[in-house]
T-cell receptor, first 109, second 113 residues
Framework: QQPVQSPQAVILREGEDAVINCSSS?????VHWYRQKHGEAPVFLMI?????EQKGHEKISASFNEKKQQSSLYLTASQLSYSGTYFC??????????FGKGTRLSVIA | NAGVTQTPKFQVLKTGQSMTLQCAQD?????MSWYRQDPGMGLRLIHY???????DQGEVPNGYNVSRSTTEDFPLRLLSAAPSQTSVYFC????????????FGDGTRLSIL
């Protein structure tokens, strides 16, 4: 039931781009993205609703392909502050929100 | 504006002991949930509630009980603690349902010896 995230971990140099993928075997109504810094609580980034919309948040954006039950998070021109673990969460309409195992992103100078 | 408050922040228990993790929110949110976080396992849903008086099981409910007698509070009870329940526990809430941004508490780090 947990969505599957890939890659599990990625290391970037400042200024490089990254893509984190999230897929589910079940039909989805919405996809959430959160970032967690070490020792802290997850923090909400964005929600994408059924309809295939793409959202943006400064240099972080995401897309949602409801037909493929997939979402991707795009981080462009990465900064040191982007380091952390990224989680996608999915829900299918009459189901609660469940999260993937996370993608650990490390941005180095 | 406190948001989601979890207590205690840290706790050490012995196997077989019982305890209650507290979660309270002051935002009048209807939807509340409990997750546990273990290395390499992500956030796994334990129990959730869509409103006062209504609770349901998540992915890993065994060994845990919940109740929701008020909108504000959603305590998680460990009936007989086991070492496998050593984890970081997060409580989250949202205004209405899982389709809205979840506000997380700071977590409770629980160790069971």
């Amino acid at each position: 039931q947990q969505p599957v995230q890939s890659p599990q971990a990625v290391i970037l140099r400042e200024g490089e781009d990254a893509v984190i993928n999230c897929s589910s075997s079940k039909a989805l109504y919405s996809v959430h993205w959160y970032r967690q810094k070490h020792g802290e609580a997850p923090v909400f980034l964005m929600i994408l609703l059924k309809g295939g919309e793409q959202k943006g948040h400064e240099k972080i954006s995401a897309s949602f392909n409801e037909k493929k039950q997939q979402s991707s998070l795009y981080l462009t021109a990465s900064q040191l502050s982007y380091s952390g673990t990224y989680f996608c969460g999915t829900e299918g309409g009459n189901t609660p929100l469940v999260f993937g195992k996370g993608t650990r992103l490390s941005v180095i100078a | 504006n406190a948001g989601v408050t979890q207590t205690p922040k840290f706790q050490v228990l012995k196997t077989g002991q019982s305890m209650t993790l507290q979660c309270a929110q002051d935002m009048n949110h209807e939807y509340m949930s409990w997750y546990r976080q273990d290395p390499g396992m992500g956030l796994r849903l334990i129990h959730y509630s869509v409103g006062a008086g209504i609770t349901d099981q998540g992915e890993v409910p065994n060994g845990y009980n919940v109740s929701r007698s008020t909108t504000e509070d959603f305590p998680l009870r460990l009936l007989s603690a086991a070492p496998s329940q050593t984890s970081v526990y997060f409580c989250a809430s949202s205004p209405q349902g899982p389709r809205m941004p979840q506000h997380f508490g700071d977590g409770t780090r629980l160790s069971i010896l």
